[in-house]
């Protein structure tokens, strides 16, 4: 059974909002407050210390796990819960260094996201010395994979621009050269199809309060491809990644599955509200999902080139070269940003100068992308932007 786009209904969406950072924060589905609540009275409240058996929490970061894998084309068992996607990038990272202990290289792209690339300083730093994060430009990847390389990191969609990189030929150039591949999916779970069984990458991680609208703070995913498993051995040695957590054994000894990828105690309130987000995935096909999604970015594209000259394309105009956001640069883009916010259309703004849009066809659909397009061009028009409070830089942009 596959469901009609978009399913509006499912999600709590502030009447008078366009929401256009899905990308960033999901909105929040509308069953995740009552299963929360219902978590933390029935579960916590009343089972106490038992809820971690009767109400299987300890098996939840691999029950919700399997849940994202079938989004992610991989099969059940590959996929746990837990943490944050800055500490997922870091296991990911050591597992790979470890597994190719002859080479000292780590290749990513100035279009990954900043905390992918201080997490490998970080874990560097803890090395021998010898190892070198080398950053090239995306269209330069494919030209510096060499035998030196140990693991190709990669972001498949760029944060900024919504760049799609080819997942499928940068991994099999990656592996020709006796490389890992690791894949960064925070923008591509829930935005576009991702096939990561047919791809034969060696790890892949991403974060769930994206496209996936676990809420913030929602625990990161990990993939393993299954072959591999066993030769891991975690970095992040936990308890809970330990194949008998409850025996207490004095030394560390990793769990037989993908288990051994969790630290410690799962965030199981926090992933209660992504177990009852991802219900919204349930029938839906990720083929449709992108069909849906080039078809808004297209009509967004069109509409914004033909009644917002001040604002110049960032993101590639072929949408098979484009994740499922678009961008725009533009001066005054912050004052731009927060003047269209003040309107109801919600998106964000990426330093220096770019203007971004989530187009998330589970909750949106042509008539939201007119509308936000037609306040856009108003605030642009009437130089609403111009207005002393949206001059004013908060924190979190
Ligand atoms: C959003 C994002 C992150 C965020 O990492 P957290 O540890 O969850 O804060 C990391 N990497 C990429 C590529 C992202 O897009």
Redesign the pocket.
Known sequence: MTVQLPRKELFDIPAGVIYLDGNSLGPLPATVSAHVTDVIEHQWGAQLIRAWNESDWMGQPARVGDRIARLIGAPAGSVVMGD????K?YQALAASLELRPDRRIILSDTG??P??LYMAEGLLRTLDGDHELRVVDPENVEHCIDESVAVVML?QVD?RSGRLHDMQRLTALTQEAGAISLW?L??SAGALPVELTATQCEFAVG?TY?YLNGGPGSP?FIYVRPDLIQRIQPALSGWMGHDAPFAFEPDYRPAPSVQRMRVGTPPVIQMSALEAALDAWEGVDMQAIRAASIALSERFILEVDQRCPALTLASPRDPQSRGSQVSFTCQHGYAIMQALIAQGVIGDFRAPNIIRFGITPLYLDETDIISAVDILQEVLDNERWKQPQFQVKREVT
């Open positions: 944050t996607l800055s500490i990038v990954n996201f905390t992918d972001t944060y960064d925070a923008h974060c994206k990161a």
